[in-house]
């Protein structure tokens, strides 16, 4: 085999089996039930890279796959992820330096410490609905509970319905109790799990 093909940039981005060899076993055998699959990843930066220089945040961006991918795809503009994982975070930015991505930047927070006015656009798959989940967690170190997952919502809801009209925002797998009513639902898949709206 020719390493030095299989290890060249593009090759990471041609499937998600693909993309997943950029990540230790464990990493990788989360991937199908925790990280954004590559089609939603690009047909969601295709919509949020609406304009050159547009900066695009991942709510929950777990091991940087969406960021990556979008920042692969679509060059002029940045895409930035916070994690508040810590182990996540250190994932995304090995995979970062080892796929060159220089439009692409890592945060370790809590998405509530950042402020959403530095941002254009959004991108959410769910990373609330782990707080109601009964099993299935990526790992037991965080607190889990209904409360927490109500308190996101509504911190989000606030963020998202004190942006200008025209942000764009793309959910996947959402049960939309963040998304206030002034955002209009655009687009949507034929299953409707992936929705994008844009806000009046």
């Known amino acids: ?108 927070g809590n998405f509530t410490q950042i402020d959403f006015a530095e941002f254009d656009h959004f991108y959410f798959y769910n990373s609330f609905f782990e707080n109601l989940a009964a099993g299935g967690h990526i790992d037991q170190k965080m607190e889990y509970s209904t409360s927490l997952y109500e308190y996101y919502s509504r911190y989000l809801f606030n963020a998202l319905d004190s942006k200008p009209g025209g942000t764009r925002l793309v959910t996947y797998h959402s049960l939309e109790d963040e998304i206030p009513p002034s955002y209009q639902l655009v687009d949507a898949t034929v299953d409707f799990v992936l929705k994008m709206w844009v806000k009046r």
């Open 1 to 108: 085999m020719n390493m030095e093909n299989f290890t060249s940039k593009p090759t990471w981005y041609l499937n998600d089996a693909a993309f997943d060899w950029l990540y230790p076993e464990r990493i990788q055998q989360l991937s199908k039930r925790h990280w954004t699959p590559m089609e939603v990843a690009k047909k969601s930066a295709n919509f949020l890279a609406s304009a050159p220089g547009k900066k695009i945040l991942d709510i929950g961006s777990g091991v940087g796959k969406f960021c990556l991918i979008g920042g692969h795809h679509f060059q002029e503009a940045t895409f930035y992820g916070v994690e508040q994982r810590k182990e996540l975070y250190h994932f995304a930015q090995a995979a970062k330096e080892l796929t060159d991505s220089r439009n692409v930047e890592f945060i370790n």
